[in-house]
């Protein structure tokens, strides 16, 4: 067994592979196989490869996860290759039964503190990311005072959601860095102000559309912008 690339922290000899294609074992021929092991560059099932008295626990349950590997004597990490990113991805571990019922039998021992823990920093999260998409708010109004608070609010609210990976979760975002801000508008305006949407619908490719809107996008924020200016004087 192998590490293949795009599998960062796996070990050599301690992964096996969810196939995206049909593949058969080089050793016994059965196939198609849900699941495999590189030998030598060649595919072989589990009991091939001395794994068959393994289970798979699917990832999700990390504390479950966790203390399967520590309970189990042997434990192999289960991938499968994301074409759209270019990588392979944890899907589950095999562990030894045994070593899963124990450690099942220790997550039920101390369900109801985990779950309190849980829930206290689910809590912790949600008010830091109130705290963020205020002071989000408040750096899109300085940059735009033209732009009204709910509107401030809501570019804030969508650009810092949690684990959405949009400009407000990037370390410039997390730094309120004027780029960020800036972007963050920017694709509101696009979406809400122009007719974008409607172009891609028709099937305009995305740059061009941008194109097209680009004049639109700057008139908006151009008043947004100058609205503090006339304010001023």
Same mark, same amino acid.
């Given at each position: 067994?192998?590490?293949? +690339? ?12 969810? +196939? ?13 196989? +849900? ?7 060649? +595919?072989?099932?589990?009991?091939? /490869? ?9 990832? @999700? ?13 042997? =434990? *192999? *990490? ?73 509107? /401030? ?11 959405? @990976?949009?400009?407000?979760? !990037?370390? &410039?975002?997390?730094?309120? !860095?004027? @780029?960020?801000? *800036? =972007?963050? *508008?920017?694709? !509101? ?5 122009? @007719? ?17 809107? /680009? ?11 100058? /609205?503090?200016?006339? =304010? &001023?004087?």
């Amino acid at each position: 067994m192998t590490t293949l +690339p795009g599998t960062p922290g796996a070990r050599p000899g301690l992964l096996a592979v969810q +196939p995206l294609r049909r593949r058969r074992c080089a050793a016994c021929r059965r196939g198609p196989l +849900p699941l495999l092991v590189l030998e030598d560059g060649v +595919p072989r099932c589990p009991d091939c /490869a001395d794994l068959g008295h393994l289970v798979f626990l699917p990832r @999700g349950d990390t504390a479950l996860t966790r203390r399967a590997r520590e309970e189990s004597g042997l =434990s *192999v *990490v289960v991938v499968r290759f994301n074409r759209r990113k270019g990588r392979y991805e944890r899907q589950g571990v095999l562990v030894e039964a045994t070593g899963l019922a124990r450690a099942e039998r220790r997550c039920l021992a101390d369900a109801d503190v985990r779950r309190r823990r849980r829930t206290r920093d689910a809590r912790r999260r949600a008010e830091q990311d109130a705290r963020f998409a205020e002071a989000f708010a408040a750096e899109i109004r300085r940059l735009f005072p033209g732009c009204p608070a709910g509107r /401030a609010r809501e570019i804030a609210a969508h650009a810092s959601l949690r684990g959405s @990976g949009r400009v407000g979760r !990037s370390a &410039a975002g997390r730094a309120l !860095s004027e @780029g960020a801000v *800036v =972007s963050a *508008v920017v694709a !509101s305006v696009r979406h809400v102000d122009t @007719g974008y949407d409607r172009l891609l619908m028709n099937g305009v490719p995305r740059h061009e559309a941008r194109r097209r809107i /680009a004049a639109d996008v700057e008139t908006v924020l151009r008043d947004w912008r100058e /609205a503090g200016i006339d =304010s &001023a004087g």
